[in-house]
């Protein structure tokens, strides 16, 4: 979907109720950063027109600039950005509810009606996982260091790393019930 302002492509989708009228917006990264500015600082409203700047309230709480340096942030164990967040709408690894969890804390609350689990577990005896989520993380930080490894051509890290995972990962097993 492109624009209204101009012919870019709509990254924005903005949907506001005035007086009973539902109006969408479709705009592209430089005129929502606009429209977002104008509704901020309470500017004149503008008819919507080509070329200028739109009107109307906006209930958002991070501007465009924010939102762009949010963006930009990344999980330092599996790399996941919170843009691929917002677009896959799935985390990384377990890491990235620590890593994440200000921006993460107003969207579970709001989701869940609070950021605490109530319901049941998932029964853990059927795999080889662990409670804690620290040795799971670990081990994704693990795989991705033998990545990087493999990437810098350096064999000998990267194995060093991979017989590390094995070693957790035998010791998960022999930790299972059977």
């Excluded at 080509?50 to 930009?72: F, H, N, R």
């Excluded at 200000?102 to 577990?121: A, C, D, Q, Y």
């Excluded at 930080?141 to 350096?154: H, K, N």
Aim: with cysteine; hydrophobic share 30%.
């Amino acid at each position: 979907m492109k624009c209204q302002q101009c012919d870019k492509q709509a990254v924005f989708h903005i949907t506001e109720l005035e007086t009973g009228e539902v109006r969408e917006l479709h705009l592209c990264e430089d005129h929502a950063r606009t429209y977002l500015s104008q509704s901020e600082s309470g500017g004149p409203p503008d008819d919507g027109g080509p070329g200028t700047g739109l009107s109307g309230p906006l209930t958002v709480g991070q501007t465009a600039d924010e939102l762009a340096v949010l963006d930009k942030k990344a999980c330092d164990m599996c790399g996941i950005t919170f843009f691929e967040f917002r677009n896959q709408g799935r985390l990384g690894c377990p890491h990235d509810y620590v890593h994440f969890e200000k921006e993460l804390e107003p969207l579970i609350s709001n989701i869940h009606g609070s950021t605490r689990h109530t319901g049941r577990r998932p029964d853990r005896a059927g795999g080889p996982l662990p409670e804690a989520t620290e040795e799971l993380t670990a081990v994704i930080g693990l795989r991705r260091s033998m990545q990087e490894a493999i990437a810098c051509e350096d064999y000998e890290q990267a194995r060093e790393i991979r017989d590390e995972i094995r070693r957790i990962e035998d010791r998960w097993l022999a930790d299972s019930p059977a």
